[in-house]
């Protein structure tokens, strides 16, 4: 089946740290590739997304490059700020399922 | 222009009655989606419509679940017989087409507590 697995949280960081999430997924076929972010009090919001192996996707200064060989989605971010902190989900879609499949979530805070 | 807006956004209802929750899609969507997050499960799909096909119902946990989507615009969820365990913030996405590239956008959730 499909399926994605995500870092464990809660993540706490400094202002201004280097931010990865790692993100794995297993897929019937090709998927597209996805991460979206929930602010606290809001809904969720896609903040990134790749349809194809090596794309990257990028948005706010985060970005997840989709790595067919280790089949990773991992996302980055060179300098979190404090309006980072929110809960990030990674997710996929492969075609014809039409279907979000999520990860289980990462709540990231990050402190001033 | 205006996102996809859902009522009510908090529902508190009691064990054993029915309850019904509605989703309003971006204008001019053809897909839409009914998503639960819940504590327990997590994000999980629950059922999507794309135009005037036969609904995707694969992801609703049983058949106290249902939906419905009028005219190809708005949807409504419609739980019976409410248990402890529906209790979740259960989520509405529409998106422009239904292919695998075209984004999924989200509602503000509807929270709903069975006591």
């Known amino acids: 089946g499909n399926s994605v697995t995500q870092m464990e949280g809660p993540v706490t960081l400094s202002e201004e740290a280097f931010l990865t999430i790692n993100c794995t997924y297993t897929?019937?076929?090709?998927?597209?590739l996805f991460w979206y972010v929930q602010y606290p009090g809001e809904g969720l919001q896609l903040l990134l997304k790749?349809?194809?192996?090596?794309d990257k996707g990028s948005n706010k200064g985060f970005e997840a490059t989709y790595r067919k060989e280790t089949t990773s989605f991992h996302l980055e971010k060179g300098s979190v700020q404090v309006s980072d902190s929110a809960v990030y989900f990674c997710?996929?879609?492969?075609?014809?399922?039409?279907?979000?499949?999520f990860g289980q979530g990462t709540r990231l805070t990050i402190n001033p | 222009g205006a996102g996809v807006s859902q009522s009510p956004s908090n529902k508190v209802t009691e064990k054993g009655k029915d309850v019904e929750l509605r989703c309003d899609p971006i204008?001019?969507?053809?897909?839409l989606y009914w998503y639960r997050q819940s504590l327990g499960q997590g994000l999980e799909f629950l059922i999507y419509?794309?135009?005037?096909?036969?609904?995707?119902k694969s992801g609703l946990p049983s058949d106290r679940f249902s939906a419905e989507r009028t005219g190809g615009s708005v949807s409504t969820l419609t739980i019976q017989r409410t248990q402890q365990e529906d209790s979740a913030v259960y989520l509405c996405?529409?998106?422009?087409?239904?292919?695998?590239?075209?984004?999924?956008?989200f509602g503000p959730g509807t929270r709903l507590t069975v006591l």
């Open positions: 790749a349809t194809k192996a090596d």
């Open positions: 996405a529409s998106s422009l087409a239904a292919g695998e590239t075209d984004t999924q956008y």
């Open positions: 204008s001019g969507h053809t897909a």
């Open positions: 419509f794309q135009g005037n096909s036969a609904p995707d």
């Open positions: 897929a019937t076929g090709y998927p597209s």
């Open positions: 997710a996929l879609i492969v075609g014809g399922a039409q279907k979000l499949v």
